[in-house]
């Protein structure tokens, strides 16, 4: 891909996932305003088992177009259909889970919650494959647009059905929304000729790498939502609606990162035939996104506190600022990582991502129990900061590196160096005036790299200085 193309690309995926992002936060915003934090507990209960059932459609059929391509209709057509059955089989299946989650977790409302969700999992794995054939053709333009689009009537429909009362159904309502539209112009603008039929050749090719990224999905998804299980069996509903607005703030960020870098990554490290090549894509790429986004996390923990948090959703949220620092810490570990799990991904190696997820799995659910026992909602989240962010990412490398035959000390380093340099700028900035946090760390930052990373602070500067040259050019022909 020419790199005009490339940026032109990531720009594309990255206005599709900001965007994306900030009407899910106006969603949030408005959402917190209109209902009580039990009711975000219930539709969170519900997001856990939409996202279990859900495993066995997104990023399976949909990536394997992407690794294979389109060429060969037989591989779409088989793809297509193992997809669509997929889905029809699992919706049935959360149908008949419906009443014994209601049960367990004593919410009535979550069966019929669920009964809609499985409807939205047919149309999702019909959606997943027509994203990938666009995703294969590079057509990230048309993507973004239907994500905003989709984001509109999203933000929309939740806002009216709160407005008109119906709580946690707004969710509902807004969720399935979106998805009816995704599904319609994702069909349209993939403009390819799907068919329902199962080639007896390749259907095993097709099951073999959906089954190898299940369970990499898996073990992610045990990782990503049993912490939410915990809160809500072990804490209640209202916990768990703290915590649920908790991590949907604090992963946003890590949401358009991961995004960026899953679909325009993708197709890219799928054609790098080169192992020297990958290494040191994925290095420079790691330690590029290591020192930008350290800084940005460690912001944000320093200017959310109990006085933003109510001026934006009320006072009624204010415990969600002991949460959300465990937090941060595991949504920046969470965007290191993935250019490693996209790199798997694209070179047909999903089940190493299945072992890197599985392996920390049982860690995870065990401190889980432990944090809500001995700390509540705080000590799920630091938990979730010390497994899953330090631990999570050690073992990640670890696993990776073995397997592609590549340094682990190499790419640790640029891992937590940067983590390293924002911890001066915290101690010295955290009992500061609001306004004059975010100014007084950014120096002690900068002058942390500048002493300690010359090599990257100088690539920094000279970036910078090519950007101001090329404005002052462009305002001067104008």
């Not at 206005?15 to 039990?38: D, E, G, H, K, N």
């Not at 990782?223 to 916990?239: C, E, H, M, P, R």
């Not at 599985?358 to 001995?374: E, N």
Request: hydrophobic share 50%; glycine share 8%.
């Amino acid at each position: 891909m020419k790199s005009i193309s490339l940026i032109k690309s990531g720009l594309w995926i990255t206005y599709a996932t900001f965007v994306t992002r900030i009407f899910a936060f106006l969603s949030s915003l408005v959402l917190a305003r209109l209902l009580q934090p039990a009711d975000f507990g219930v539709i969170g209960i519900a997001y856990v088992f939409w996202s279990f059932f859900t495993l066995f459609t997104q990023d399976t059929a949909g990536t394997f177009i992407v690794y294979k391509g389109i060429d060969n209709s037989k591989y779409v057509n088989t793809a297509y259909t193992i997809s669509l059955i997929i889905g029809s089989v699992f919706g049935l299946g959360l149908i008949v889970a419906a009443p014994w989650v209601s049960k367990f977790f004593n919410e009535p409302a979550l069966t019929g919650i669920l009964v809609v969700f499985a409807f939205n999992i047919v149309l999702s794995s019909a959606c997943y494959v027509y994203s990938g054939v666009m995703t294969r053709n590079l057509q990230y333009r048309e993507l973004a647009n239907i994500s905003l689009a989709n984001s509109i009537v999203r933000l929309l429909c939740t806002t009216v059905a709160a407005l008109l009362g119906l709580s946690y159904w707004s969710f509902v309502i807004g969720d399935t929304a979106s998805w009816l539209v995704n599904c319609g112009l994702t069909y349209y603008f993939a403009k390819y000729p799907f068919r329902l039929q199962i080639d007896p050749e390749l259907k095993d090719e097709v099951l073999s790498f959906c089954l190898g990224s299940v369970g990499s999905s898996f073990g992610f998804y045990i990782n990503a939502n049993i912490d939410n299980l915990t809160v809500g069996k072990l804490l209640g509903s209202t916990s768990l609606g703290y915590y649920n607005l908790a991590y949907q703030l604090t992963m946003a960020l890590s949401t358009i990162f991961n995004s960026v870098i899953g679909q325009l990554g993708l197709p890219i490290f799928a054609q790098l035939p080169d192992g020297a090549q990958q290494e040191a894509v994925i290095f420079r790429l790691v330690k590029q996104i290591a020192f930008l986004t350290a800084p940005i996390y460690a912001l944000l923990f320093l200017v959310i506190d109990p006085q933003v948090v109510t001026w934006v959703f009320g006072a009624k949220w204010t415990p969600i600022c002991t949460v959300i620092p465990g937090l941060l810490v595991f949504a920046y570990f969470r965007v290191i990582n993935s250019p490693l799990g996209s790199m798997l991904q694209a070179k047909g190696r999903p089940s190493v991502n299945a072992k890197t997820n599985l392996y920390i799995a049982p860690i995870a659910v065990l401190a889980f129990v432990i944090g809500a026992h001995q700390g509540g909602i705080v000590g799920v989240s630091l938990a979730v900061a010390i497994v899953l962010g330090i631990g999570w990412t050690v073992q990640c490398w670890w696993i990776g590196c073995r397997a592609l035959g590549w340094s682990l000390k190499k790419f640790l380093l640029p891992c937590f160096i940067p983590v390293l340099l924002t911890l001066p700028g915290i101690a010295i900035a955290f009992n500061l005036p609001f306004w004059l946090k975010p100014i007084v760390f950014s120096l002690i930052y900068l002058g942390c790299m500048r002493g300690l990373m010359p090599k990257q602070f100088f690539e920094y500067q000279t970036l910078a200085s090519q950007l101001a040259r090329r404005l002052l050019d462009a305002r001067s022909h104008q």
